[in-house]
């Protein structure tokens, strides 16, 4: 947007050193809270996934008198979905919505899906 507003169709504006500086530190800086939150929620995934397993792993080995008592089934199921949990920051960078909308427009996003799609096979 900040690139689109600059754009000279709007205003005869010029395009000083500084200001691409400004754009492109700001962009930097964009991308590299994308990578910090996605790297920081994966480690809060790891570890809440080894927290787990060892906690299901003491509550198989513990004999409870009775089902109720003995939270395993529960924790399995749990555990499974975290597993599985495929939202948010924990979504793979190129299934990314933001990335999406960036490359629908272009026809990048074809191209970006059989991209993927043949690296899958």
Same mark, same amino acid.
């Given at each position: 947007?900040?690139?689109?507003?600059? !754009?000279?169709?709007?205003?005869?504006?010029?395009? =000083?050193?500084?200001?691409?500086?400004?754009?492109?530190? !700001?962009?930097?800086?964009? $991308?590299?809270? #994308?990578? $910090?939150?996605?790297? /920081?929620?994966? %480690?809060?995934?790891?570890?809440?996934?080894?927290?787990?397993?060892?906690?299901?792993?003491?509550?198989?080995?513990?004999?409870?008198?009775? =089902? &109720?008592? !003995?939270? /395993?089934? %529960?924790?399995? %199921?749990?555990? &499974? &979905? $975290?597993?599985?949990?495929?939202?948010? /920051?924990?979504? =793979?960078?190129? &299934? !990314? =919505?933001?990335?999406?909308?960036?490359?629908?427009?272009? @026809?990048?996003?074809? #191209?970006?899906?059989?991209?993927?799609?043949?690296? @899958?096979?």
């Amino acid at each position: 947007m900040l690139l689109l507003a600059r !754009n000279s169709w709007w205003d005869c504006w010029s395009w =000083p050193v500084a200001l691409v500086l400004i754009f492109g530190f !700001n962009f930097a800086l964009a $991308i590299a809270s #994308v990578v $910090i939150l996605q790297r /920081a929620a994966k %480690q809060a995934k790891r570890t809440a996934e080894e927290s787990l397993t060892k906690k299901l792993k003491h509550l198989q080995a513990r004999i409870a008198p009775s =089902p &109720e008592q !003995n939270d /395993a089934p %529960q924790a399995e %199921q749990l555990l &499974e &979905e $975290i597993r599985e949990l495929r939202r948010g /920051a924990f979504v =793979p960078f190129w &299934e !990314n =919505p933001v990335i999406s909308a960036v490359f629908v427009p272009s @026809g990048g996003m074809t #191209v970006l899906q059989v991209l993927i799609w043949f690296m @899958g096979r």
